[in-house]
């Protein structure tokens, strides 16, 4: 055997091997740790229409990240302004990107100046006699509104991992917007609720000096604001959320938080509580903050919902703090959830959300598998027919190609849908195509009078243009449908394209082995094609 046909059959050898390897995980089901280790290929993915599952696209509030940095600028200054005595008529945000600090006497204009040196992502847009404008720059107003969509983006994914979900997708769309994929999800509003939840977490001592009753008849004083306590356990879906009146000003927040957990040991005598660490920084601050506060009352707010206000009895050390609330467990695992995950940088809205039930999936597979096996039947049987023992070789091809298919999909852990299924039983199509056109030039060269081995030669020779030049343009289509597509549209695009390339490496390489391999092995005068 010539050294160029024996490297083309051991290639061909080797790629059916490492196909075997990674389909053995599908077909044997859950593998062994030492398994896992030498071969890192997991069992061929469903996708949502498959297997069932919830199917969400999440739309990001990016301008209300940018509002949120500009408030919390806002009140940092204001903060600094009032510790250092220096007599500003206000500091207030404007919009969703300037600061505006109202000035009184004119002796201590130029040391509020000197205070904007900590904030380098404003700079001065309008200054007069009365006032002073500060405005976001256009590059930090990007810089937060893609970090909104990354960050947040990651945020979901913690969650989800934590939540216990496998096989999900969870990527970003266009410029602000996310797609979550849950198979199997048999509790889409519990998901819905716990990747929705911006958890803000936030500390606010209670404002004791005011009415609450004139607050709830709309007279809510100046730097303060009306909560209302979170529903849950028992009292969920009651309607009677108690009020509390609540200091705007944060004096602690959830970003110095590194650990949650659920307490089901009853010591807050409510049930089901959670538990939560603080940073060094974080538990100085409590520290400080309960010693200051002793006797008052402290919320514990988490999206603008109170879950606690207990009355701070003593200094607190040790940076350790408890929210309870008469909880059940699935409401104290899904809180303990987000605030180990942290908190989204902005607010995200449902833009799209579709279920699918796995009964249906389930029909989907058996038709798909059905269309599949029939399309390949009918395809095999014309080419067997047609083409004699030469349409016998394109079918072993047309084997191996969509073997190499579906090895292809578990390896890359792409997610095998049902217009994915579709695309399989067009590359099927395709891949026939290429062996048909390069049997056709065959019969040509036999007509004209060549021999059998140069018939073949000269029919694949000539045929391969046509063939890559076919080829690579439904591989180009096939790219533009997955980058420019989405769900669906990418499945089909994903195995459309691998497919193609596969299809190519049979037609041409496989198929070609077998040819050259019989005429050199033995004499041929006469080609069954």
């Not at 160029?4 to 389909?23: K, P, Y």
């Not at 509104?145 to 769309?173: P, S």
């Not at 028992?234 to 000003?249: F, M």
């Not at 008469?326 to 908190?343: K, Y």
Request: with cysteine; proline share 4%.
């Amino acid at each position: 055997m010539p050294k160029a046909l024996r490297v083309r059959f051991w290639v061909i050898v080797t790629t059916l091997v490492a196909g075997a390897l990674c389909l053995v995980p599908t077909l044997a089901g859950e593998m062994p740790a030492w398994w896992n280790k030498l071969v890192p290929v997991q069992k061929l993915r469903l996708g949502l229409d498959l297997k069932g599952g919830i199917h969400l696209v999440l739309g990001v509030q990016v301008d209300k990240a940018v509002e949120n940095q500009t408030e919390r600028v806002a009140n940092e200054l204001r903060d600094a302004l009032r510790r250092k005595r220096l007599q500003a008529g206000g500091v207030r945000r404007e919009g969703l990107t300037a600061v505006v600090v109202q000035l009184l006497p004119e002796s201590v204009r130029e040391k509020i100046r000197a205070e904007f040196d900590d904030y380098p992502a404003f700079e001065i847009a309008q200054e007069d006699a009365g006032e002073i404008r500060l405005q976001m720059r256009s590059a930090e107003v990007e810089r937060i509104r893609k970090y909104a969509v990354d960050q947040g983006l990651e945020t979901i994914r913690n969650r989800i991992d934590q939540f216990g979900v496998a096989e999900t997708t969870v990527v970003k769309q266009g410029t602000n917007r996310i797609l979550v994929e849950l198979p199997g999800v048999s509790d889409p509003r519990r998901a819905i609720e716990l990747i929705g939840k911006t958890a803000l977490l936030e500390f606010k001592l209670l404002d004791e000096t005011n009415s609450l009753e004139e607050a709830l008849k709309g007279t809510v004083p100046p730097g303060s604001q009306v909560l209302y306590q979170q529903e849950t356990g028992p009292a969920k879906g009651r309607g009677n959320r108690q009020p509390y009146l609540v200091q705007k000003r944060v004096i602690l927040a959830g970003a110095d938080l590194t650990d949650a957990k659920v307490d089901l040991s009853g010591s807050s005598g409510k049930g089901p509580a959670v538990s939560m660490t603080f940073n060094n920084r974080g538990a100085r601050a409590f520290a400080m903050i309960t010693e200051e506060n002793v006797g008052k009352r402290l919320a514990i707010v988490l999206d603008d919902n109170v879950y606690s206000a207990p009355v701070i009895q003593e200094k607190i050390t040790g940076g350790r703090a408890q929210i309870s609330g008469r909880f059940t467990v699935e409401e104290a695992t899904d809180l303990a959830i987000v605030l180990r995950a942290g908190s989204l940088p902005a607010p995200v809205e449902i833009l799209e959300n579709r279920s699918v039930g796995p009964s249906l999936g389930a029909d989907l597979i058996r038709k798909g598998i059905i269309s599949t096996i029939v399309g390949c039947l009918l395809v095999m049987v014309f080419m067997a027919v047609y083409y004699s023992l030469s349409g016998l070789v394109a079918d072993l091809a047309l084997l191996i190609n969509l073997f190499l298919l579906m090895a292809s999909l578990a390896a890359l852990q792409a997610a095998l849908t049902l217009p994915g299924i579709a695309g399989i039983v067009l590359t099927l199509g395709i891949a026939v195509d290429a062996n048909v056109l390069i049997f056709e030039r065959i019969r040509e060269e036999l007509r004209a009078g060549r021999e059998v081995k140069a018939a073949i030669e000269t029919g694949y020779g000539r045929a391969f243009t046509t063939i890559l030049d076919t080829h690579v343009t439904a591989m180009l289509t096939a790219v533009v449908l997955y980058f420019a597509g989405s769900g669906p549209i990418k499945g089909f695009g994903v195995t459309l394209f691998i497919g193609l390339a596969i299809s190519l490496f049979t037609a041409v390489v496989v198929t070609r082995v077998v040819f050259d391999w019989v005429t050199m092995t033995r004499k041929i005068t006469r080609l069954h094609i």
